[in-house]
């Protein structure tokens, strides 16, 4: 597809991989740090993962979006397109312990990861919606590790 983005991030972190996969998962706190979020809620939820809705507002642009959410342990968040404003959007969320090799001791640091994937469903979406996404997207890192900071260093 001519039209699909490729977003990949991430940052280390002085928190721990159960720390920041627990910030990723929380999704109905999302609208309490995420300023272009305008609802976020969870639809249903099981041992696999979840099924979750995120509405974004951001200048006078309003969608929601659904994906289905998969969790590989406290390692991992898979991201797929259940419903929304896009053709395809997939993504992963991963959390890499670092930390000396062969202690014993939980990890108290690690590397916080984001691939995003997506494409809108036609032109007027790709140009309206599009740059305000691709904004999101390059942001979503650093508003976790803000609210990362905001959470556990008190």
């Known amino acids: 597809m001519a039209g699909m983005k490729h977003v990949e991030k991430s ?5 721990s991989p159960t720390q920041m996969f627990h910030l990723v998962t929380d999704v109905a706190r999302y609208p309490e740090f995420l300023p272009w979020c305008d609802h976020s809620k969870v639809l249903e ?3 696999q993962g979840m099924t979750a809705e995120v ?7 309003r969608q ?3 994906t289905r959410n998969t969790h590989v342990g406290i390692e991992k968040v898979l991201m797929r397109l259940v419903k929304g404003p896009f053709s395809s959007l997939h993504g992963e969320w991963t959390f890499s312990p670092l930390g000396a090799a062969g202690s014993d ?3 108290k640091a690690c590397k916080v990861g984001l ?5 809108f469903d036609n032109l007027a979406l790709r140009m309206l919606v599009g740059p305000v996404f691709d ?3 390059n942001s979503m ?3 976790f590790v803000k609210r990362a900071h905001a959470l556990y260093e008190s």
């Open 135 to 137: 904004k999101i997207a």
């Open 115 to 119: 691939r995003l994937s997506y494409d």
């Open 141 to 143: 890192v650093e508003a």
């Open 55 to 61: 509405g974004i507002a951001f200048s006078r642009i």
């Open 105 to 107: 001791e939980p990890p």
């Open 11 to 15: 940052a280390l972190v002085w928190f």
């Open 64 to 66: 929601s979006f659904v």
């Open 45 to 47: 939820q099981d041992e």
